[in-house]
């Protein structure tokens, strides 16, 4: 069965552009996760979705980041517009109702955005 | 003050050698304890959960202290394929899945 899927894998852009990063869970999959991971900081969660509704989206740094879920088998995080700071792997990380007791969250390979 | 807070290494040990690490939480309503594992380069992967009373998987154990807000990691018989950072992980409601990370120990495993 196919993992997380994201793309692109890798992104390199100029400051002051959108930067649309996308995601697709594992199939039957009714939550899903955007994390951002840097060094200083590790893996930060910025939102996360249920049955493709944001529940908390208390993790996004601020305006200019926004993610949508517009179905079951999709969804984007957009920065617009990047800065350098944004500079990082984002991964998407999905998961099911009947897993919640195990902590067991499903990672995409990540995107590495870099913002130069 | 970071929720989760862990050494970052890099512990580098040789092989067969025993090694512990240690991650602290700051929110003491916390709930729900993992070990995730994350390769150079890769998404981290789910190692083990933690439980209050400790529990063992194959050359691994994890403890729980709540009174002194501590999980611990032992890896015994490093084998070279250890080589990996090792995240601590915590949920803030029983059955929740939105995890807080640490920042992740890094160990190396030398021949």
């Known amino acids: 069965d196919a993992g997380v899927i994201q793309s692109p894998r890798h992104e390199v852009t100029e400051m002051g552009q959108e930067v649309t990063l996308r995601c697709k869970p594992i199939s039957g999959h009714d939550y899903l996760f955007w994390y951002r991971q840097t060094m200083m900081r590790g893996l930060e969660l910025l939102i996360y979705?249920?049955?493709?509704?944001?529940?908390?989206d208390s993790g996004m740094p601020e305006d200019r980041f926004s993610a949508k879920m517009p179905n079951a088998s999709f969804s984007t995080l957009k920065i617009q517009p990047s800065e350098p700071r944004d500079s990082a792997v984002y991964f998407c990380a999905s998961s099911w109702t009947g897993a919640k007791n195990t902590g067991e969250l499903f990672f995409g390979e990540g995107s590495r955005l870099t913002v130069l | 003050r970071k929720e989760v807070e862990q050494d970052p290494g890099p512990f580098n040990v040789p092989e067969g050698a025993t090694v512990a690490f240690n991650c602290t939480y700051s929110?003491?309503?916390?709930?729900?304890f993992f070990w995730y594992r994350q390769d150079c380069r890769k998404e981290p992967k789910l190692l083990m959960s933690?439980?209050?009373s400790g529990n063992e998987d194959g050359r691994f154990t994890a403890q729980l202290n709540r009174a002194s807000q501590y999980i611990s990691l032992l890896i015994r018989d490093s084998k070279l394929s250890d080589s990996a950072t090792y995240l601590c992980v915590l949920t803030h409601q029983t059955g929740a899945n939105n995890l807080f990370f640490g920042t992740g120990t890094r160990l190396t495993v030398i021949p």
């Open positions: 929110n003491s309503a916390s709930q729900s």
């Open positions: 933690v439980y209050s």
């Open positions: 979705f249920n049955n493709n509704v944001p529940i908390d």
